[in-house]
């Protein structure tokens, strides 16, 4: 297998490390601030955000921000954890998949993502105001193909220290995550929109006929 990362892969991991720079770079100026713009904000009403003098801006919601979210990040570790496991399963699967189908299943997961996170926000905290980034749905969308493609694989997960079938690795961590969502355990981290781009991810490979292949012991 070629060392290069293929064309979708290799763009998706530059675009992720040049908006996460402008947001280091630009996010403590009032008016260019790439969160604020680019995030993806809860739907329903603007709030009026003054940027200085008579400034005033509505901030909330935009159609964009559906896919530009997830090009943003809340600190380096979670750039560095995104784009690892990115680099660890794009390329494999772009491969396999094809760069056409890779870019849609990618793009597919993360606006899901971003659906299902509005959605709970919405219907459950209605009167939450804050910023949704990163592209860890997008991410589990790719774990999920991977489970789906070699179920048979073995992963690390954290913190058991053996490898274990890639098609359980999924499951427990899809499972962890409705816990925690449901529990409200690790808040700040979205996990609802984890498990909308594992689940469109999973929706979207059997409306196109991708099986797991029959597992042999």
């Known amino acids: 297998m070629s060392p290069r990362l293929p064309p979708v892969t290799r763009n998706l991991l530059i675009a992720n490390i040049v908006l996460f720079v402008l947001q280091q770079l630009l996010d403590d ?7 604020r713009w680019l995030a993806l904000w809860p739907f329903g009403h603007d709030i009026a955000v003054n940027l200085g003098g008579d400034n005033v801006v509505g901030l909330g919601f935009r159609p964009w921000q559906l896919v530009s979210y997830a090009f943003l990040h809340g600190g380096v ?3 560095v954890l995104n784009m690892y ?28 993502a971003g ?36 179920p048979r694989e073995k992963l690390m997960l954290i913190p058991i220290p053996v490898g274990i079938p890639a098609w359980l690795f999924v499951t427990l961590y ?10 409200g355990t690790l808040s700040g981290v979205a996990h609802f929109a984890h498990l909308g ?4 991810g999973l929706a979207l490979l059997w409306a196109w006929g991708v099986r797991p292949p029959r597992l042999r012991g």
């Open 29 to 35: 100026d009032s008016t260019l601030a790439i969160t």
């Open 77 to 79: 570790m979670h750039i």
């Open 85 to 112: 496991a990115l680099y660890m399963f794009g390329g494999l699967l772009e491969r396999v998949m094809g760069a056409r189908r890779f870019t849609i299943y990618y793009f597919a997961c993360l606006v899901a």
């Open 115 to 150: 659906i299902a996170q509005l959605a709970v926000l919405y219907f459950f905290q209605p009167d939450a105001m804050y910023p949704t980034v990163g592209a860890s749905g997008a991410i589990f969308g790719l774990l999920a193909a991977f489970a789906v493609l070699f």
């Open 174 to 183: 899809g499972a962890a995550e409705l816990i925690f969502g449901v529990t």
């Open 197 to 200: 781009g594992l689940v469109a």
